[in-house]
């Protein structure tokens, strides 16, 4: 089967007369946060009271993330937009029937709330507000055209110059410009090319990638076909944690129902254009995220990374040209080719263009999935979105970039989150982790516990990576008992600059980087340790006798 | 690898028994969606764990056979990736996120107050067999730090407090019956 635009916009015709039929909607968040919070399944329950009181008029659906995840189960009621928190059955009833007698659970009205009138929701445009399992409701909202345009309307080169012009970077961590990305695969001469959506999502404390596709997985999938048409590839992968089932489970059905109306597959929208897609489950392995490593473990071998170049945008799958981009990036791509590179330009700051994700958590009051222009500085973000530290603690830092990242101190609470800004204080953007830390965190407990993560989760391949975080691992634990030296400061940073400039791939080449951060700009808590055997958040046990 | 007393049987047979085998019929059926490619490694081993719980050596061996692979490319594979496991798991499992939401959220001292009462630690089953703990790298329920699944549902705003009771329903649950 194949469609034509009248078909796609009869579906979507369809599908808001049949949503016009409803003059009350009931929106239940069904991401994995919520859901796991839920006491029984709102949804149904909803449902099944609404058919035993004849509530014909309201329409009772499953939506994707609504964002404030530490007040869940949420649920939001339209057309006045009120967001109910921490719903349960019994609570859930009296939103649904409105009777004053029963018990309500609180509401917050989105339009007051810092949370999201802050925000600028691209990426996470659906999220929220239509059912991910239904691609119906993803055509009803514009969802395939920016594909009809691509494939029918324009020329590959010309998608190619809007991705350039709209000055889009990955969002995967390393911000590489994607629009040169694209135009390298698209230059190779090679008939088999392919391309991979990058959801390995290892870095701990991150869950955006999630929520995009337990929220809108269609939109991943139209971007990585725009993808597919502009390089000339026609098939392309998805390589998605096992620890997500959910978010697997919502990509099968999303790709079958795709497939279903002709938007995957063979003749695309009655052109020459073929398209198809399968899903590769991750199995646990954090280097796996790294580009050559994730080509390795599609293939059916252990995840090690190779010596680049060559780059995959040349010898990637079999060999193949494959493009690699994150969830998010692709989630930024319909967006782009429907309101123009100009207006996405126009978003952000001079380098860094449009959107961020970001993945509130930590000591943070309103913990939650949040996206806001590049540039806003931490502090908006954390005092203004978060609402500040939980339980009236101190700010004493923010942690980005996971294991490849850095902390950021007091002093720099006004930087503007871009990519430059960020680097320049040695910390990097990362895939979209944020974790805020207060006073009961230690810096070097931290700095050791992603020094942990690193050497468990090195390939072992090269040797500076392997041994190298071990040795800074070993010092590290020292400093925490209390049992290291003033020499120890200045062999860690040895150490960290040897692995640094020595191992192969981008693991070991960022593991210093939260040891760097945190001597930079919390050395006096190293030297409180090493110096007095004393740890000052009270976190290292052995040291304070506790 | 030590042999056991089913390599007696040639591999051919014992490879034989299994397509037919109900219990393999999820692995069977990736490798025949895959078309017996090497590259559905990965994949079929996660039809096996879903299938057995773990990977043991016998499943190695008939995979090794079915896609064409040396036992070692088999073994190097199940054994390179944290999820896949060689053990068998207990009744019961717990996995907590040791993230580093979770992480500061203190999951490390529900991690202590498990080992102390039931003596496992991380990658341990009970002596019983019935509690089985494992660690996680992030369950990507930051926002709900900390955060475990307890089989197969995923639960946050842990305690220590809680997380024992969920444990000990289990042990008295077998206890009832
Ligand atoms: C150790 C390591 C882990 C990585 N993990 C991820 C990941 O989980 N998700 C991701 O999108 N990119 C990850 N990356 C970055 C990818 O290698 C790659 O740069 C990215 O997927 C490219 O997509 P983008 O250009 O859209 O950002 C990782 C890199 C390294 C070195
Ligand atoms: S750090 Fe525990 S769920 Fe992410």
Known sequence: MSLTLEELNDIAEKELSRQQQFSRQIRVCCAASCLSCQDADLTQQLQQTARQQAMGETEIKPVGCLGLCKEGPLVSVHPEGTLYSHVQINTSKAILLSESSLPRPSAIDPGQSLFFTRQNPIVLRNSGSINPERIEEYIAVGGYKALYQAIRNMHPGEILSQIQQSGLRGRGGAGYPTGLKWSAVAKTKSTQKYVICNADEGDPGAFMDRSVLESDPHSVLEGMAIAGYAVGAQAGYIYVRAEYPLAVQRLRTAIRQAEKFGLLGNNIFNSSFHFSLTIRLGAGAFVCGEETAIIASIEGLPGKPRPRPPYPATSGIKGCPTLINNVETFANISPILTRGSAWFAGIGTDKSKGTKVFALAGRVKRTGLIEVPMGTTLREIIFDIGGGISDNGTFKAAQTGGPSGGCIPKQHLDIPMDYESLASIGSIMGSGGLIVLDQSSCMVDVAKFFMEFCTSESCGKCVPCRVGTMQMYTILDKITRGQAQLSDLEQLEDLCDLVRSTSLCGLGQTAPNPVLSTLRFFRDEYISHIQDQHCPAGVCSLLTGK | ?177
């Open chain 2, 1 to 177: 690898m030590q042999t056991n007393a089913e390599a007696v049987d040639t591999p051919l047979d014992s490879a034989l028994s299994k397509t037919k085998d109900p219990q393999y019929r999820m692995v069977n059926r990736i490798m025949c969606l895959h078309n017996y490619q090497p590259d559905a490694l990965i994949e079929t081993l996660h039809a096996a764990q879903d299938s057995f719980g773990c990977i043991t050596l016998e499943t190695m061996r008939y995979i090794s056979h079915m896609l064409h692979l040396p036992l070692s490319r088999v073994y190097a594979v199940a054994t390179f990736y944290h999820y896949f496991t060689l053990k068998p798991p207990g009744k019961h499992r717990c996995v907590l996120c040791m993230g580093t939401a979770c992480y500061i959220a203190g999951a490390e001292s529900i991690e202590k107050a498990i080992t102390e009462k039931h003596h496992i630690s991380p990658g341990e089953t009970t002596s019983d067999g019935e509690i089985s703990l494992l660690t996680a790298r992030c369950l990507g329920s930051c926002g709900l730090a900390p955060a475990a699944i307890f089989d197969d549902k995923v639960m946050g705003q842990l305690t220590p407090k809680n997380v024992l009771k969920q444990l000990q329903d289990w042990r008295d649950h077998v206890a009832d019956t």
